[in-house]
């Protein structure tokens, strides 16, 4: 069973979050009496079976040492310029620590609405030949455009929103990437690298409010999906 090797967590946080605008990233944000980053690792610091949590930060990032997490199995790695270096610093870091075979969940910094049993399902149901990723069917009408006009109406069926965590072995997602970055083909998630190598990981159904922080108004939106999945309850370790 998969459930036998360790679980370790990579978080990329190096985000500056220039679309979301002002003077902190929006990983930093308050949220519910915490910040948008300490919701995002609460359900990995809270299931005993990951062995490491790993926080890629920018090299200028001053808000890190007022995080309070205190855990030994949390580490804050510098990221990169781009997700998949940060998500390469943490596979580096975990060098030594985790074995080539042992599952990676890879999580955004700016999704604190991840449920407990929204991970329990994934670390569940991933196949272990090609792990997974929770996703949510697409349920709006899809619309290319072609100069600020529409093309054509995209049919949706068998679209999905592909949401993180993801789940991946080490060795595999590390091969992925390194092999991407010289061609200049930097994934923009960890599935879609392993597609390039010719895997079909696994999607495994997830919850749609598992949203990510990206305009002023998601706080508000956060907040209220926190509250009531009753993730809140759950309480985040000091």
């Not at 920018?58 to 781009?82: E, K, N, Y």
């Not at 940060?86 to 604190?112: E, F, I, M, T």
Request: aromatic share 4%.
């Amino acid at each position: 069973m998969s459930r036998t090797r360790p679980l370790w967590a990579v978080i990329p946080a190096a985000g500056a979050g220039e679309r979301f605008g002002g003077d902190v990233p929006k990983q930093y944000l308050p949220l519910l009496g915490r910040t948008v980053l300490e919701w995002a690792i609460r359900p990995f610091q809270a299931r005993a079976d990951v062995a490491g949590i790993i926080v890629a930060i920018s090299a200028a990032d001053d808000h890190w040492p007022g995080i309070c997490l205190s855990s030994d199995r949390i580490q804050a790695v510098q990221g990169g310029p781009q997700r998949a270096h940060s998500v390469v610093a943490g596979l580096n870091a975990l060098s030594g620590k985790a074995d080539a075979r042992d599952w990676v969940l890879v999580h955004d910094a700016a999704r604190p609405c991840l449920t407990d049993e929204d991970l329990d399902r994934l670390v569940d149901a991933a196949a272990e030949s090609c792990g997974g990723l929770l996703a949510a069917p697409v349920q709006d009408t899809l619309k290319a455009a072609d100069n600020g006009a529409v093309a054509r109406t995209v049919d949706r069926e068998g679209l999905w929103r592909a949401l993180p965590p993801q789940r991946v072995r080490m060795e595999e997602l590390a091969s992925a990437l390194h092999r991407a970055e010289p061609a200049g083909c930097l994934a923009p998630d960890e599935a879609a690298a392993k597609e390039r190598m010719g895997h079909r990981p696994r999607i495994v159904p997830g919850r749609a409010d598992n949203i990510k922080i990206t305009r002023p108004e998601d706080l508000a939106l956060a907040e209220f999906i926190i509250s009531q999945a009753g993730i809140a309850r759950c309480g985040l370790a000091r």
